[in-house]
């Protein structure tokens, strides 16, 4: 048998979001934008560090613990090691969860003519 494994599916649900934080790593404070968030990770875009490092990620008055999974020139993969239950990042991916559920407007539905064109003509 060889070594190769395929991907596990993810354990949480990924969210589209623009969250601006900063992220402290060893040596600096760095400001990102997470743009996608689950309870178990996020993806940071502009800010990068080098995989396999620890950095804390700042938003609304709390820290987050996190290790970067991978990393490019401008944006990187975390990984929490304790899963977001609470705090403004959790409530920010619930937010984010909210309004990804709400259907479009019907905007002016009730006010639409009922005859044919815009005069309603019969």
Not at 47 to 69: D, F, K, L, N, W
Not at 81 to 105: D, F, I
Request: net charge positive; hydrophobic share 35%.
């Amino acid at each position: 048998m060889d070594n190769f494994r395929t991907p596990a599916a993810r354990g949480h649900k990924r969210t589209t979001v623009s969250i601006d934080v900063t992220v402290n790593g060893v040596l600096n404070f760095v400001d990102g934008r997470i743009t996608d968030l689950s309870e178990g990770g996020a993806r940071i875009d502009g800010a990068s560090m080098p995989a396999r490092s620890r950095c804390e990620i700042h938003y609304g008055g709390q820290v987050t613990y996190a290790v970067v999974m991978w990393s490019e020139q401008d944006r990187m993969g975390v990984r929490f090691p304790y899963e977001l239950t609470h705090g403004p990042l959790h409530n920010a991916l619930k937010a984010a969860r909210g309004a990804s559920m709400v259907q479009p407007a019907q905007i002016f539905h009730s006010n639409r003519p009922t005859g044919f064109g815009r005069r309603g003509l019969s």
